[in-house]
């Protein structure tokens, strides 16, 4: 601690600061990543590895197996999660990397149930795949090779072993007792795979006479002239020794902080102050810039020195609950600014991890901020997602709702188990706390509201006795461990214990706290239920849809293509999930002409449906302060409630999401027999302009246009509009009619929106005759567009090709053209043949 460390002399602290320049470091890494095998245990056979990886990629790279995702490939390698198996690689040492004081054994992340050898020496025994697990190892290591050996044994194995321990069986008992991404064992949307492997980066660390073990930099205050920091930099020091400890700016932002002190064997607490004249503040997307400021943390001593740079946010975020007068807000409010939270539920990319990349994750989060998210909710049966997924929120203003990795399920109470999930949440809490992008912390998913609404106790036929205990254990962990850590780790964020606060059948679902709504899809409530069930935040709900054509064609053969092959089947989750989809179709669409089209209205369907929900959280506002819909990503090719697929591609909905979380958002809807428009701001200043209302019949005659001078409040949702559908339609017909509401502000459209008067089923769309032209661009290729009667949900394709198109699934009106750009690095000559386009009656 500090109190135990002292000043020494000025003249010393200037001779030690004044070596600074020729040091060497103090601290070396080296990368243990070559010459890897893995074989199954009870086999000879040894094969090659890769590391980071795991055994399924390896398994497929030495075409042992098949690739898992194509067609129902998943049912043949159920097999290896049930072996042990073994990794082991040979690494030198040199004498002068042996000749440092201290050498660790770094395991990035092991998973899951591993025992270390080094040397034929058992080193560790690792069950958590979250933690990062340290050996010193240095009187282990010998000049010249040395053997490392890493044997797995079965999730599965191990699972059915710890279960037998306790006297009554616990919900999701399979995979509980592991700490390990619980995904794996299976979802209603992924796939069952099991994976044991050395998953993240196996290094040395090598340092003489002091490191710095980590650092935490939170901002204490904020005003227009600066803002104060402080900075815990933990050091640790492997003999007594001498240091300074700077904390400064590189790039000359702010003046230099640093103390001089002596620092006794072990680990030594240094706080250090900064300021930052000026400052320019951390900005969620669409709210502002999300500045960052570069932080040199330098540790010298006279033996040498170590650097370490940290990216910080100068922000205050807060969850705000205060009571009013119908229940308990649930906002988040950032540099004092009440923020609508909107954007979706975040899960593993990939259900193998190890094999994404730095471009999978800037490929994410750039199509959330196009979608103009602000918030991702790394959902809590995933993983801690890597060091860079958390840079590019930072970067592009994401704020991150952070689960801990825990759902749906009960956990066990037991001595080592609790010391596990302690150890878990300590290193990732330390490993994720600077980063400006992380809102709040959560303790589970579902949990809660599990236990008391999901029937367990009774289907597994617990005694009071049992109850109480499992209660006990759940208490423990997520009133006890978690917020004891943050407490001492990260008191700078909110904690949320479990997510939702009340399930969706409690009526303080919509008063109070968040809530996952599934009424729609799991209840088969119609889509009109949204409306009726607005809550303060909702950070779950959804709806199915299937990937585009592209992606089904790339896991299935043309016979696998329908709606109930067995291919199909292995590619869809949900119990009920093809039937559900269908049965809300039928609700609203007339039956399609082949699969093909029954894939393209489903994602209309879901587009629509969850439109309806958010557009109704939107006008809520601020009673609803959020909307995270179920899901943003797949990690697996299949159907889900995703936007967008497991290969990067846009749904419908992601088109729609765009729309919805604009800053500026047109709402018309009709309500009770009235139609009405709403316009809601997520400006942090007033919007003026004129709402254009249009009228059009199916053929593109103009029946009906009103302007409105609007002046829009800054941060605010208000109804402009609200007249008798009647009287609004002047005779026309509403299945044969559209209503086109645009705000405008000196000549440029802010948004717009469309309203149509009757179900999709018994609109009178006539044939639309698209057509249009191509042009290259920069890049890739504008495409201009018109029709000759009005067309819903125009899809523009090119098959077979990566690229991005700038809006689909959209409106058409005759007499309008619109450009749209297929952004694309390939170089197309037969473009216009390829390009396909259609729109809704086409499916019919």
Known sequence: MIRNLFIIPVMMAMALSSCGSSQEELVTQKEIHTNWKFKQADLQEWHKATVPGCVHTDLMDNEVIEDPFYRGNEDSVQWISEKDWIYRTTFEVTAKEKAHQAIELVFKGLDTHATVKLNDKEILKGHNMFRTFTVDVTNMLKEGGNDLEIYFRSPEDYNDEQAAKLPYTLPEDERIHSRKAPYQFGWDWGPRLITSGIWKPVYLKMWHHARINNTFIRTLSIDDDKALLKAD????????????????SPDGKFTSASQTLSFKNGNNKVTLDFEIPQPKLWWSNGLGEPHLYNVDIKLSTSEGKEVRNERIGVRTIELIQKDDEVGRSFEFHLNGEPVFAKGANFIPLESFPSRLTRADYEGAIRDAVKANYNML???????????VFYDLCDENGILV??????????????????????????DNVVRL????????????????????????????????EDSLEVWKNYQTIFHEIIPAVLDNQDPSRDYWPSSPSYGWGHEESLTTGDNHYWGVWWGMEPFSMYRKKVSRFMSEFGFQAFPPWETIKSFSLPEDRSLWSDVMQVHQKHPTGNKTIKTYMDRWYPEPKDFESFVYVSQILQAEGMMDGIAAHRRAKPYNMGTLYWQFNDCWPVVSWSSRDYYGNWKALHYYARKVYGQIFVSPFEENGRVKVTLVSDELKSVSGTLKLSLYDFDGNLINQNDHKIELPANSSREVINVAKNEFLKGATPAKSVLKAELEQDGEILASNYLYFALPKDLKLPNANINGSVEKTEKGYAVTVFSEAVARNVQLQIPETEGWWTDNFFELIPGEEKTVVFETEEEITDFEEKLNIRSLVDAF
């Open 433 to 464: 706390r600077n980063h400006a992008s992380l809102a709040i912390w959560c303790g589970n998913n579902e949990v809660r509201n599990g236990w008391f609404d999901w029937g367990w106790q009774k289907r597994l036929g617990y005694s009071r």
């Open 401 to 426: 709702w952070q689960d801990f990795m825990f759902a749906c399920a009960m956990y066990p109470g037991d001595e080592a188990f609790l010391k596990s999930v302690e150890k878990e949440v300590e």
């Open 233 to 248: 930099v933990n050091v640790e020091a492997v003999a007594p020794t001498q240091g300074t400890v700077t904390i400064s």
């Open 377 to 387: 909710r790394v959902w809590g049966g995933g993983i801690y997602e890597d060091d």
